[in-house]
């Protein structure tokens, strides 16, 4: 019974540091990237999540050549902005290799912006700008 | 229930079984509410009011703020803060501008009224009804807004709830709207990282007409005596838009903080992600996460 409580407790502080480090916390400001810093890399996606109030593209990539490779999240709009841009939940899947430029966290940490993608296999590029989209009747 | 159970030996029902009670409840169940004194109720609408929608302005479609207006008007029309509020504004705008936001809305909690009007990135959609116009928003899951214009006042004491207790009325072509009721928490909100709570007390009168053949016009008139040094008045512009693609869809702003995943059962599940304080996510891999 002493090594099963002991269990329980590690897995409740295990959950208890997950929430601390975890904050239930998502829609935000954008003022947290460098938007005067544009970051171009080469990488895999590994996963493509199509949720609100942010879709978040998880791209691997070696940071600079040789590096052993990395994984970061960009973030975008809602999926309803950007199904109006165009996109759907396929727009990527996982192994689909790209070309990405994105605005990096201010603070360093593994994420930013996302602001355009070209694909390497196709040379089709994605792209987000909501306020390209301000008139009426848009198709 | 046994025979005779629920007869009121001593109050005078002597003799009424209990079926006859229940018979004589249920009979009063069946009375339209009106016939109990003091109950308000929102009467069934007739075809007229129905067909009466028809002579309103056309606000069908769905509605997509002008963002660079929002942006613009951050400038051109600021907030009147008092003082108190002024000092704490500076703070916040400082963060801002060094990189290290202060989200008002992390949380997840709506953005509620009047931040909503002013602040949304999102698209919007106006359902008009026999004495009432719902505006229905995007993204955060609960944007949505009641505006009664069956000529009811509003209550004596409301709870106060994000959005507020909003009643209407028509000037021509034009929906006046008065909205008390909001909760003291609830932001008045210059972005997505500058904003205070209200503080309570909060009255926003809003002119909502068409500005232009497709182009929704919401003036706005936010009285905030904790805050603002007088009514502050602004504009937000929201363009019409008919193509499918631009359908209202489904948001629940907390699904961002989880990723789907499959459990050891094989149930497709949700797991949290790891995120900065900040809200933004970062990948799976803590090691990676520290700064460097």
């Not at chain 1, 019974?1 to 897995?11: G, H, Q």
Request: net charge neutral.
């Amino acid at each position: 019974m002493k090594s099963i409580s002991l269990r329980s407790l590690a897995v409740l502080a295990a959950m208890a540091s997950l929430t601390l480090a975890w904050p239930a916390m998502a829609h935000h400001s954008f003022a947290m990237f460098d938007f005067s810093k544009t970051m171009t890399v080469k990488g895999t996606v590994k996963e493509f999540r199509w949720t609100n109030p942010h879709v978040a593209l998880l791209v691997e990539f070696a940071p600079q050549p040789g590096a052993p490779p990395e994984v970061w999240s960009m973030e975008l709009t809602s999926p309803g902005n950007l199904t109006r841009s165009g996109w759907s939940r396929h727009s990527f899947k996982p192994a689909d290799r790209i070309e990405l430029e994105f605005n990096p966290l201010r603070d360093g940490k593994h994420g930013g912006a996302f602001e355009k993608a070209t694909f390497l296999d196709t040379g089709q590029v994605i792209t987000s700008n909501l306020r390209a989209a301000e008139k009426p009747g848009l198709q | 229930m046994g025979r005779g159970e629920g007869t009121k030996r001593r109050g005078g029902y002597r003799g009424i079984t209990g079926p006859a009670v229940i018979s004589v409840m249920l009979c009063l169940a069946a009375l339209p509410q009106s016939a109990n004194a003091g109950t308000v109720i929102n009467p069934p609408p007739q075809a007229e009011d129905w067909s009466a929608l028809a002579k309103l302005p056309d606000w069908s479609g769905v509605w997509t703020p002008n963002i660079t207006d929002q942006d613009r008007r951050i400038e051109t029309d600021p907030m009147p803060w008092n003082k108190a509020a002024a000092a704490q504004i500076a703070k916040l705008e400082a963060a801002e501008q060094a990189g290290d936001p202060k989200g008002l809305f992390v949380n997840c909690l709506p953005e509620g009224m009047p931040s909503w009007m002013l602040i949304t990135h999102n698209a919007m959609e106006f359902l008009f009804t026999p004495g009432r116009v719902t505006i229905l928003g995007e993204s955060d899951g609960n944007r949505l807004r009641r505006i009664y214009t069956d000529g009811r006042a509003h209550p004596a004491d409301p709870d106060p709830t994000f959005h507020g207790h909003s009643i209407g009325h028509w000037e021509k072509d034009t929906l006046v709207v008065d909205t008390v009721g909001i909760l003291p928490e609830a932001y008045i909100a210059v972005s997505e990282a500058v904003g205070l709570p209200n503080g309570g007390d909060l009255h926003v009168i809003e002119r909502i007409h068409l500005d232009k053949p497709d182009m929704l016009r919401d003036d706005l008139e936010v009285i905030a005596p904790h805050r603002l040094t007088r009514p502050w008045k602004t504009s937000r512009f929201l363009f019409r838009q008919r193509a499918r693609k631009y359908d209202i869809v489904e948001g629940v702003c907390l699904q961002g903080n989880y990723s789907e995943a499959t459990d050891a059962s094989g149930n497709a599940v949700f797991v949290p992600v790891p995120q900065t304080e900040g809200g933004n996510t970062l990948p799976p891999t803590t090691e990676s996460d520290k700064p460097r």
